[in-house]
């Protein structure tokens, strides 16, 4: 799940980054442009050091002030070149590095709204946050500030090393030799220090969902008091965090000792061995001088190395956690070669049709397990079944929000999978059981599914734009808007006024019927409304039917009634597909779930049953007795 | 003007005495994040200090050396005074290393105590404010201040905090040691510092207005992700995704621009630095490199001092980071600080009543209410409900039902008159009373991630697993779970996805059995439950309802059945009131309502 590692087997650090050049090619002459600048700037604070040698052993050395102006005046000239070159190096990476934050970011978002819903059920969004958040923003600074420096440092610090042993042979290798145990101490490191980072991250995205559920459950933490309940469960998380956190800022604390420690004993036997030199006669002390200048310069680079290469692991385990969601397979796409329906008469068929969600066991029956249905064009079919049953599930499959597992569903006889998602979606529109709005007014939320209405410019667009949405209105007599503080130019949804619970449901759906589909695919379109209501937007909603094809999911009787057949879903399966009457009359378990009259009720509707039966067989046995009579007295006739 | 909470948060364009203020909340929030942690700061900082102390000893040991070791070697043989350099600096060296690899683990508890402190504390105050801001305030924003915000804080208190002690220290000490050895050069570095602090301000003024873009760029950002992700279903039937990705290049493009212009000053800053310690190293050494012809400054000595004024500047390109993330989490700590400054608008009582045994009288007093100053949803309410009574609330959608019941749970406060429980004034009730007391099933059915049994222990942290199953039994939703993968230890996703509709709402109405408050609140707690579920449903809320209050508002009128009461609302207004026999047997809408019902039914 979202928080585990896959156990693919891991790849290098540096493989493991490479992925992602793509994102970076187009910046990538800039970065390497930057990386020239900071190492200009690196060799020239290592020249500055050959300078000061040559000013110490030449005009100090005997005593002619002349020399020291045009020395000092290189010195600035060299100061001021590195300034500019650390300037050069900022501009030229920088900006880049934005961009490629940015694409990597529209690429993640794009790659969510693409990936299906089986996919958001199971990420917490938490985790998607932090990754398309705080791990972008680290690889950013990682591209355009740890890698330069990274590449940049490891140069100077050779060419460091290259000009310390031109200083002095013994010196430098000295140097050199106790370097060794740093690289080991890096290796060592990475293993180390990568799990840490890896776990931090995956930590903070856990607490962006223990955050985010807090406040869209706001409401029912309210309702019981829990606000201090829900706080320890996530101070846990936090403290687990903390936790991670230490122990990351322990594994620096070991390679920053190292990185600290090496250095300074390297200068103390340098001193020594320096010393001893120079009292040899071996080295000058305008070498000795410059041995140590050099070294200080180096200094830097080299501690650097211990946050630059913990920034890197960061970077790697944040690109990891990106590709995880880049790598995901969709498993819903758009074919090929689409096929395309020109004018929809919207016929729609279940072929026997299994479906299982992801985390049932393969030997287990499917949610649905061979649905076989058709809903003839232009016919309304209610879908009834107990809670659980698979209504919901069932609808979601109509525009591919799930795959079918086997079997096909068809659209005036084509699969859907055989047509673009965009079209297919155009054909059929969904009014969920939780009515979802957007923040934006009103009437980009009623016109959601008519993007060539609300975004074209056009006069014709504009005045058809207001007849669908005030038709719409109408039909879910939502007229409610109109007392909004702006009318339908009031932004309702998170960002906007808060609705009533029955606002909401008609606002859903009238979203759906202003897509003007071919289906229209209702889940308990009116449980949140009020009976007169109900009525009133069930008698809008059957002229609208009349014409458009209807799968309603009802628990209701009165919504059965809007329809002209009901499918009754059962274990997986429609068992019975009837008129409303007629299901009532032959089928026990309808009986069991839609009917809400009392026992006895029921009772005395059976008993009017049975009498109507009752009149019917006496009708028909004093229909056969009179057959019977006469043929009697056509027998009589006869043998008279 | 003045700008308190979250007021003018979108903004960046404050007024002097407005950043003023808003600077003095967030150094208030600092100041109280530190206050307890103090000693641990100035432990802290002893470590730093003498870790940095040590470091710095280094080039005066190598003057030292060259100054003193080397001639005494060259004249006296004598390798003494060498070797005891050598062995002071690797003394040094090991001895600030180990310190230094120290403070940051100190450093790292340190950061990571105020960050706890933080994250819990915005996290209470969240959890604190009404209903009322939350509508406002969007829970992307929320998610927005506890993430990146808080991301940009923790990077200064990480990596910032420790550049700017140590940097200072460093600078300070570094300094020092230049005025010991050459008060002259001394003179050169302090000329130097002018322009170090012009520039700084310059940064810091130029800095502020970016770095407040970025944090409501980024805002802006998070909240349309937010929103995408929770809406992903509807996004998808409805096409939504390529006006998605455009709005949101926006958002990105923004966010993205907000940075870059703070990364380019960021650009003319750091650079300055550097040219700044330059043209210094230059000066130092002419000034230097002539005495020392004349004879007046050791060669030794000018290396050191060469080597100190280099390092001296070493860390402003450091200082230069932490100045960069401090302007960036102080933005974040405004806007933190503004959400921690927001007042509940539904405040607990400073001096709570107690009711340890409440029997459910709820009335409505003179009641008036509205969401905001156009539209008064409840224009005068006077209601009483006897402990004990079972009322059916019903009425048009939108008639303010659901806020009759908020209101009772207290959710939001009256804007005049009072709604009391057993004579008390919630306003005036214990938190925990009130909570224990009344207990309310909201519409939306609202699941957390975690498995069945903990959603269903919301109601009650305490309950043992048979309670929690006989809850469940209660009101008929055992057997499904029973039926789930895991049964109760079924894991069902966020917001409850893995369960259907009718599920969840049974999964919420268990939750309400096992709280067992004396008011129970169900606001269409059945609405998407099959006929079957709604029967047992309230099978089971015959028995518990029995000696409880309850308000229940179901546009089902099978629900009547077991009320012993019926309120019909209309436009805020109850317009009648009565037992269900008396208003079926009359002529009123109720009459009306059930007969239309009624003949709704098979
Ligand atoms: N994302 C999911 N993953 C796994 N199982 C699921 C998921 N969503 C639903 N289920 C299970 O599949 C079954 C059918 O659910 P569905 O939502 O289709 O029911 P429904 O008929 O719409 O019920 P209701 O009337 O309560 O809305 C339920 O038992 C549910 O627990
Ligand atoms: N949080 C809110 N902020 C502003 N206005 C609101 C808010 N909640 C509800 N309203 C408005 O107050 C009025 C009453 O809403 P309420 O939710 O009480 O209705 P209701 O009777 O419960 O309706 P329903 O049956 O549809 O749930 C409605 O006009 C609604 O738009
Ligand atoms: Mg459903
Ligand atoms: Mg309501």
Redesign the interface.
């Known amino acids: 799940m979202s928080t585990t590692t896959p156990d693919q087997p891991r790849l290098s650090t540096f493989r493991a980054i490479a992925r992602i050049y793509p994102y970076a090619k187009p910046a990538m002459p800039w970065i390497y442009a930057g990386m020239g600048a900071a190492l200009a700037a690196g060799i020239v604070t290592l020249i500055?050091p050959i300078v000061?040698q040559g000013?110490?052993d030449g005009?100090?050395a005997t005593?002619?002030?002349g020399q020291?102006?045009p020395?000092?005046?290189i010195?600035?000239v060299?100061?001021?070149l590195?300034?500019?070159f650390?300037?050069l190096r900022?501009?030229f990476v920088?900006?880049p590095?934005?961009?490629i934050?940015?694409r990597m970011?529209?690429g993640l978002?794009?790659q969510?709204?693409?990936l299906p819903?089986a996919f958001?059920?199971?990420w917490?969004?938490?985790q998607?946050?932090?990754r398309?958040?705080?791990d972008l923003?680290l690889i950013r600074r990682w591209l355009s500030f740890g890698f330069v420096l990274l590449i940049v440092n490891s140069i100077t610090i050779v060419i460091g090393f290259v000009v310390l042993i031109n200083w002095s042979l013994w010196l430098g290798l000295l140097f050199l030799v106790m370097s060794i145990p740093l690289w080991i101490y890096g290796y060592l490191f990475e293993n180390k220090y990568s799990v840490i980072a890896r776990r931090a991250q995956d930590q903070?995205g856990d607490?962006?969902?223990a955050?985010?559920?807090?406040?869209?459950?706001?409401?029912?933490?309210?309702?019981?008091?829990?606000?201090?309940?829900?706080?320890l469960k996530?101070?846990d998380q936090?403290?687990l965090l903390?936790g991670t956190?230490?122990e990351?800022?322990?594994a620096?604390?070991?390679i920053?000792?190292?990185l600290?420690?090496i250095p300074?004993?390297a200068?103390?036997?340098c001193?020594?061995g320096?010393?001893?030199l120079?009292?040899n006669g071996e080295l000058t002390?305008g070498e000795?001088?410059a041995f140590?200048?050099t070294a200080?310069?180096l200094r830097?680079p080299i501690e650097s190395i211990g946050?630059l290469l913990s920034m890197t692991f960061d970077a790697r385990t944040a690109t990891d956690r990106f590709f995880e969601v880049m790598d995901e397979i969709n498993t819903i796409t758009d074919p090929d070669e689409p096929a395309t329906i020109a004018a929809p008469t919207g016929r729609l068929t279940f072929e026997n049709v299994v479906f299982r969600y992801q985390?049932?066991?393969a030997d287990t029956p499917g949610t649905l397990n061979g649905i076989d249905l058709t809903l003839e064009p232009g016919e309304t079919m209610a879908l009834v079944?107990?809670?659980?049953s698979g209504?919901?599930t069932m609808t979601?499959l109509t525009?591919r929000?799930y795959d079918v597992t086997e079997g096909r569903v068809l659209l005036d006889g084509v699969d859907i999978r055989d047509l673009t998602?965009?079209e297919l979606?155009?054909h059929i529109?969904?009014a969920?059981?939780?009515a979802?709005l957007?923040?934006a007014s009103v009437r980009d939320n009623v016109l959601?599914?008519r993007?060539e209405l609300t975004?074209s410019d056009t006069p014709e667009a504009a005045a058809e734009a207001e007849r669908v949405l005030t038709e719409a209105l109408e039909i879910a007599q939502a007229d409610?808007v109109h007392?909004l503080?702006s009318g339908v130019d009031t932004t309702v949804?998170?960002?906007g006024l808060?609705?009533?619970?029955?606002?909401r449901q008609?606002l859903a759906l009238a979203?759906a019927v202003a897509?003007n589909p071919a289906v229209l695919v209702l889940d308990?379109p009116l449980?949140?409304?009020?009976?007169?209501?109900?009525?009133l937007v069930e008698a809008a909603l059957r002229r609208v039917l009349a014409t458009t094809t209807g799968l309603i999911v009802a628990?209701?009787?009165?919504t059965v009634?809007m329809a002209d057949r009901v499918a009754l879903l059962q274990e997986g399966r429609i068992t019975d597909v009837g008129t409303h009457s007629e299901l009532?009359k032959r089928n026990e378990h309808y009986r069991?779930?839609?009917?809400?009259?009392e026992d006895e009720e029921l009772a005395a509707?059976e008993r009017v049953d049975r009498e109507l039966k009752q009149a019917e067989e006496e009708g028909r046995r004093r229909d056969a007795i009179d057959r019977e009579s006469r043929v009697i007295d056509n027998e009589g006739e006869v043998t008279r | 003007m003045s700008v308190t909470g979250v007021e003018g948060e979108e903004r960046d364009d404050f007024s002097r005495a407005e950043s003023k203020q808003i600077r003095a909340r967030s150094l208030r929030l600092l100041g109280s994040l530190v206050r307890p942690l103090r000693w641990r700061i100035v432990g802290t900082m002893v470590v730093l200090v003498i870790s940095i102390a040590l470091?710095v000893a280094?080039?005066a040991?190598?003057a030292l050396?060259?100054n003193t070791?080397?001639p005494a070697?060259?004249d006296q043989n004598d390798w003494m005074p060498?070797?005891l350099?050598?062995g002071a600096?690797?003394f040094?060296?090991?001895v600030?290393?180990?310190l230094?690899?120290?403070f940051?683990?100190i450093?790292?508890?340190l950061s990571?105590?105020i960050?706890?402190d933080l994250?819990?504390r915005v996290?209470?105050h969240?959890?604190?404010l009404s209903?009322e801001f939350?509508?406002s305030y969007?829970?992307?924003r929320?998610?927005a201040r506890?993430?990146?915000d808080l991301?940009s804080i923790r990077e200064l208190l990480d990596?910032g905090l420790t550049q700017l002690v140590s940097g200072l220290l460093y600078m300070g000490f570094t300094a020092a040691a230049l005025v010991i050895l050459d008060p002259v050069s001394g003179i050169v570095l302090a000329v130097s510092l002018i322009p170090l602090l012009l520039l700084t301000r310059w940064f810091q003024v130029r800095s502020q207005t970016l770095f407040r873009q970025t944090r409501v760029a980024?805002a802006r950002?998070?909240?349309h992700?937010?929103?995408?992700?929770?809406?992903?279903?509807?996004?998808?039937?409805?096409?939504?995704?390529?006006?998605?990705?455009r709005q949101?290049?926006g958002h990105?493009?923004d966010?993205?621009d907000a940075?870059?212009r703070v990364?380019?000053l960021?650009?003319?800053f750091?650079?300055?630095l550097?040219?700044i310690?330059?043209?210094t190293?230059?000066a130092v050494?002419?000034v230097g490199?002539?005495r020392?012809?004349d004879g007046a400054l050791l060669?030794g000595s000018?290396?050191a001092i060469?080597?100190y004024t280099?390092?001296f500047f070493?860390p402003a390109e450091e200082m230069a980071m932490f100045y960069n993330s401090y302007q960036s989490a102080a933005a974040a700590l405004e806007k933190i600080s503004g959400v921690l400054e927001e007042k509940p608008g539904v405040p607990d009582p400073t001096t709570p009543i107690d009711l340890w045994k409440a029997r459910g009288t709820v009335h409505f007093d003179q009641v008036k209410f509205s969401?905001n100053e156009?539209?008064v949803v409840l224009p005068d309410l006077e209601l009483t409900i006897p402990a004990g009574q079972t009322i059916a609330l019903?009425?048009?959608?939108?008639a303010g039902k659901?806020t009759l019941a908020k209101l009772i749970?207290r959710?939001y406060d009256p804007s005049e008159g009072a709604v009391t429980l057993d004579g008390v004034d919630l306003r005036k009730l214990h938190?925990?009373d009130?909570?224990?007391a009344i207990?309310?099933?909201?519409?939306?059915a609202?699941l957390?991630?975690g498995t069945v049994a903990d959603n269903i222990a919301?109601?009650n942290?305490e309950a043992s697993r048979e309670e929690i199953v006989a809850a469940a039994k209660a009101v008929g939703a055992h057997d499904?779970i029973e039926s789930l993968?895991n049964g109760y230890e079924t894991d069902v996703?966020?917001?409850g996805?893995?369960?259907?509709?009718?599920?969840r709402q049974?999964i919420?109405f268990a939750?309400a059995f096992l709280?067992d408050p004396v008011v129970l609140i169900l606001?269409?707690a059945t609405?998407?439950?099959?006929?079957?579920?709604e029967r047992l449903v309230q099978l089971g809320l015959q028995t518990l309802l029995a000696d409880r209050t309850a308000v229940i508002i179901a546009?089902?009128?099978?629900t009547v059945a077991i009320a012993d009461r019926v309120l019909v609302m209309e436009h805020g207004r109850v317009v009648e009131d009565g037992t269900p026999a008396e208003l079926i047997a009359g002529t009123g809408k109720f009459a009306q309502?059930h007969a239309?019902?009624r003949d709704?039914?098979?």
């Open positions: 500055i000061l000013l110490v005009p100090l005593g002619d002030p020291i102006w020395a000092a005046l010195v600035l060299l100061g001021v590195e300034a500019v650390i300037m900022r501009l920088l900006t590095g934005t961009h934050e940015a970011r529209n978002y794009a969510l709204q693409d819903v958001h059920d199971r917490q969004s938490g998607l946050l932090s398309a958040v705080s923003n903070q607490l962006a969902t955050v985010e559920e807090s406040v869209h459950g706001i409401r029912v933490l309210k309702a019981f008091g829990r606000g201090k309940h829900s706080l996530f101070a936090a403290e903390r956190e230490i990351k800022a322990k620096i604390a070991g920053w000792f190292w600290l420690l300074d004993v200068f103390a036997l001193l020594l320096g010393v001893a120079a009292a002390v000795l001088f140590f200048a200080t310069v830097f946050f985390d049932a066991a079944g107990i809670t659980g209504k919901t979601a525009t929000l998602r965009e979606r155009r529109a969904m969920f059981e939780d979802t957007f923040s959601l599914g993007p975004e409610f007392s503080p949804g998170e960002e808060s609705l009533s619970g029955g606002q008609r979203r897509a308990d449980s949140a409304l009020d009976v007169d209501t109900e009525a628990h209701r009787p009165s009634q009532l069991y779930v839609l009917s809400s009259l509707a | 470091q280094g080039p040991l190598i050396g060259i070791g080397l070697l060259l060498v070797a350099i050598v600096y690797v040094t060296g090991i600030g290393a180990a230094a690899a120290a940051q683990v450093s790292a508890r990571q105590a960050l706890l994250r819990k996290f209470l969240t959890q604190r209903l939350h509508e969007t829970s992307g929320i998610i506890q993430t990146s991301d990596s980024s950002l998070i909240v992700f937010v929103e995408t992700m929770t809406g992903i279903r509807a996004v998808k039937a409805f096409r939504k995704e390529p006006r998605n990705a949101f290049a990105v493009e966010y993205r940075n870059a990364i380019r960021f650009g003319i750091d650079p300055g550097v040219l310690g330059n043209v190293v230059a050494l002419v490199a002539f020392v012809v060669i000018l290396l060469v080597l280099r390092r070493d969401y156009d539209a019903v009425g048009t959608t939108g659901s749970a959710f938190p925990k009130l909570r224990r207990v309310m099933v909201t519409q939306e609202y957390f991630s919301l109601g942290p499904f993968p996703n966020k917001r996805g893995r369960v259907s509709a009718g599920q049974l919420s939750r709280a606001d269409e609405a998407s439950l099959d006929i079957p579920s546009h089902r009128l099978s309502l239309a019902w709704s039914l098979v």
